[in-house]
Nanobody
Framework: VQLQASEGGLVQAGGSLRLSCAAS????????MGWFRQAPGKEREFVAA????????VYADSVKGRFTISRDNAKNTLYLQMDSLKPEDTAVYYC?????????????????WGQGTLVTVSS
């Protein structure tokens, strides 16, 4: 298993949740990392991405200012801190790795995927 995401959970609107994703050392040292999500009946959408060095980040407009992506290269772990959660954030969240280092928002660019974890935000 190349990417292993933590469990999601159920949280009330306005609450916070942190997701993590453990990766192999090879992937983490060489790949940009991203988070995507897919709500029931909808297409997979970009959430956030972070460059391999951890300096550059990019966010979807829908989560900007509420979510924070980060990575700990010493622990080979990616994080997504989600604050001020809304019911529309309910989805299965996926971590992914992109070797092209293009900080892409397109899921087609990503090479490896975690198993997906469900986040449910109640109103």
């Amino acid at each position: 298993v190349q990417l292993q995401a933590s469990e999601g959970g159920l949280v009330q609107a306005g609450g916070s949740l942190r997701l993590s994703c453990a990766a192999s050392r090879y992937i983490f040292s060489n790949y940009d990392m991203g988070w995507f999500r897919q709500a029931p009946g909808k297409e997979r959408e970009f959430v956030a991405a972070i460059g391999w060095s951890g300096v550059a980040t990019v966010y979807a407009d829908s989560v900007k200012g509420r979510f924070t992506i980060s990575r700990d290269n010493a622990k080979n772990t990616l994080y997504l801190q989600m604050d001020s959660l809304k019911p529309e954030d309910t989805a299965v969240y996926y971590c992914a790795a992109d070797r092209s280092r293009s900080l892409s928002s397109s899921w087609h660019e990503y090479d490896y995927w975690g198993q997906g974890t469900l986040v449910t935000v109640s109103s």
